[in-house]
């Protein structure tokens, strides 16, 4: 007997070849696009000693860089930019949330503790 | 109050039956999953950072520890690992084709970039074991703990031992017998228990095994620089010791005679990288990851299996593998922030 108490919205995932294709191409740009960013990175990071001057700003665009690819892979690999607003929101508003929190605690707690061994030793 | 009503049907009340987000149960909860694993590595990216920013000038950075590839030796920083990480990207490529045929049920498709993306992850995998090893090996001149109790990691190119010509003989040498094998290994071992002695870098003597007394013939090394990752009398973190200097300092302190002066490689209780963290880090956060790869391509060969069998042909959708997908997209996801602040930073 067939359910009628369940709906597949497995079966709504269907494309056709044209949006396919249109999909692989937005695919290939994404592509080009990581590998590009990761060879900048690995250029970036042979070429610029971490003692230099600029090397906080490099730093911080390592990180800028990082977010901006992990956002392509989300959104367009994983197809999170594809899905309803509100499944976007329950994935990555309590993610952030958790996150930035851990990483505010530990910069502070990790202070604190310098402060303490720096006045034991 | 019938003018205040609006009437709503049971798709906008989430009245059960519909999803508000119009996904399946089993999506959902694939994203759920990656959520929660996703906060487990960065909680151990976090505690990475939180230890990293303790030790400051100590920690070893990322191009000094990985800078060799297969075939090629050392003077390479983050080559292999950048080639790692395309690795990973190709197979995430792959493996979105596979999801995008899925959708227009071209089994054929699916299968094909099931299969190439099963294979970049077995050859990920593999640099994996290659990089351990190669971790756990340790370069050729380790880390050396100099007079003042300081300790420097070393750089540059080390001469190669042609051969060992036994003086005095032991127990299984004879006197003016020439031991040409394993050599390295040998050398490594009596620099650990202090069996090395002489005045000058490339005219050691080692004490074997045996007991027996044989001369090093070894060329010259070039380019070695000691660079300070523990404190010592003199001696400060973050210095760089170059030139003819470093050469004598870190013979004096390879044949002064006292053993564990020098350390190879990486265990957990000790490595020549930097401070005892950094390989314990080292091999839980890219173990981890590791792991989650091998798991994946594990998932990646039973949803293939499903594919060729035309099980979920008959389904009417490829929704396997599109969960599968959104796991495998998200170990590459990890290992994008891992290569950042692993290696990168």
């Not at chain 1, 508003?93 to 502070?108: E, H, N, Q, T």
């Not at chain 2, 519909?18 to 487990?40: E, I, Q």
């Not at chain 2, 297969?70 to 990480?85: D, R």
């Not at chain 2, 045929?101 to 290659?130: C, E, L, N, Y």
């Amino acid at each position: 007997m067939e359910r009628d108490d369940l709906i597949e919205y497995s079966l709504d995932a269907h494309h056709n070849e044209e949006k396919g294709k249109s999909i692989r191409k937005k695919i290939y740009f994404v592509t080009v696009l990581l590998t590009v960013i990761t060879v900048v990175e690995v250029l970036l990071g042979a070429i610029i000693k971490q003692n230099s001057a600029i090397w906080p700003l490099i730093k911080w665009s390592f990180v800028a860089m990082t977010l901006l690819k992990a956002g392509y892979i989300v959104m367009v690999f994983m197809h999170l930019g594809d899905e309803r607003p509100w499944l976007r929101y329950v994935i990555l508003v309590p993610y952030f949330m958790f996150i930035l929190y851990l990483i505010f605690i530990a910069l502070w707690e990790a202070t604190a503790i310098r402060d303490v061994l720096d006045k034991l030793f | 109050m019938a003018a205040h009503t609006v009437e709503m049907d049971s798709k906008t009340l989430w009245g059960g039956k519909v999803s508000p987000f119009t996904t399946s149960y089993g999506k959902l909860m694939m994203w759920f999953f990656l959520v929660s694993d996703a906060l487990t590595f960065g909680g151990l990216l976090i505690a990475y950072g939180f230890t990293r920013h303790d030790a400051l000038e100590a920690w070893p950075i990322g191009e000094e520890t990985f800078n060799s590839l297969p075939f090629l030796g050392h003077g390479y920083p983050l080559l292999y690992v950048a080639l790692m990480t395309f690795i990973l990207i190709i197979s995430s490529v792959t493996m979105v084709l596979a999801v995008e045929a899925g959708h227009r049920m071209d089994r054929k498709g699916v299968t094909k970039w099931m299969i190439a993306t099963i294979i970049g992850g077995f050859f990920f995998v593999g640099s994996q074991a290659w990089e351990w090893y190669h971790f756990i090996h340790g370069s050729e001149f380790g880390k050396i703990e100099l007079a003042d109790g300081s300790q420097a990691i070393v750089k540059g190119h080390f001469g190669a031992i042609q051969n060992f010509k036994v003086v005095k003989a032991g127990s299984h040498h004879k006197k003016d017998e020439v031991i040409t094998e394993d050599l390295m290994h040998l050398f490594q071992h009596a620099g650990k228990d202090g069996h090395l002695s002489g005045n000058t870098p490339n005219q050691g003597m080692i004490t074997l095994h045996d007991g027996s007394v044989a001369k090093i013939n070894k060329s010259a090394d070039h380019d070695l620089m000691l660079i300070v990752k523990k404190d010592g009398k003199t001696n400060k973190v973050g210095q760089k010791i170059e030139g003819a200097k470093a050469v004598s300092m870190y013979y004096s302190a390879l044949y002064s005679g006292t053993p564990n002066r020098v350390i190879y490689g990486a265990n957990l209780e000790q490595n020549e990288y930097g401070p005892q963290q950094y390989a314990q880090f080292f091999f839980f956060i890219t173990g981890f990851h590791g792991f989650h790869v091998f798991s994946g391509v594990v998932i990646n060969i039973l949803i293939c299996l499903g594919v060729l069998s035309g099980k979920y042909h008959q389904r009417g959708h490829y929704e396997m593998v599109e969960k599968t997908g959104l796991y495998w997209h998200f170990v590459d996801l990890v290992w994008v922030f891992v290569f950042t602040f692993f290696y990168l930073i």
